[in-house]
T-cell receptor, first 114, second 112 residues
């Protein structure tokens, strides 16, 4: 069974540009989460999808961030326009409906905004 | 004040040592407690998962939760160089499907 995959693994963009991160969850996992870790800080929750619906987006930092999960499969996280403080590692995790409650994490996308 | 406090280390121990990793938390609503291991340039991987208070053992790893003290621990027995990684504690509220609240992570180095 393939794990959670994320693309790209690393992205370097200039301030003001747009970047789109992609996450492919484990097949059949209805729950998809986005987290990020900025330099020197702990991993923080961004938002949670159940299928194509946003269950909780309380962690989204501002309206420059837009997450979508069309069709309830893969998800994208767009940052537009990117700012320096958006640099960090963005993780995606997925989990099946019901138990167990383990969230399976992808390898992350390292975003560098210069 | 952070919801979850974890000493970032680094922690360096000789091979074979017993390692103790700890986290404290402030939110009494947390019910699910997890320990993740993260190797460099990889995503977090679940090691141990505990519901409410108590102990759980899996091989060389033991997780303890003391809800009265809001304190959780992970013990690694007979540590190996392959255990060198960052260990993250994480917690979630009722239901278990909620967002995870992470500690900062403790970097562990086990030297031969």
């Amino acid at each position: 069974e393939a794990g959670v995959t994320q693309f790209p693994s690393h992205s370097v963009i200039e301030k003001g540009q747009t970047v789109t991160l992609r996450c492919d969850p484990i097949s059949g996992h209805d729950n998809l989460y986005w987290y990020r870790r900025v330099m020197g800080k702990e991993i923080k929750f961004l938002l949670h999808f159940v299928k194509e619906s946003k269950q909780d987006e309380s962690g989204m930092p501002n309206n420059r961030f837009l997450a979508e999960r069309t069709g309830g499969t893969y998800s994208t996280l767009k940052v537009q326009p990117a700012e320096l403080e958006d640099s960090g590692v963005y993780f995606c995790a997925s989990r099946p409906s019901g138990g167990p409650y383990e969230q399976y994490f992808g390898p992350g996308t390292r975003l560098t905004v210069t | 004040q952070k919801e979850v406090e974890q000493d970032p280390g680094p922690l360096s121990v000789p091979e074979g040592a017993i390692v103790s990793l700890n986290c404290t938390y402030s939110n009494s609503a947390f019910q699910y407690f997890m320990w993740y291991r993260q190797y460099s340039r990889k995503g977090p991987e679940l090691l141990m998962y505990t519901y409410s208070s108590g102990n759980k053992e899996d091989g060389r790893f033991t997780a303890q939760v003391d809800k009265s003290s809001k304190y959780i621990s992970l013990f690694i027995r007979d540590s190996q160089p392959s255990d060198s990684a960052t260990y993250l504690c994480a917690m979630s509220g009722p239901g278990g499907y909620n967002k995870l609240i992470f500690g900062a992570g403790t970097r562990l180095a086990v030297h031969p």
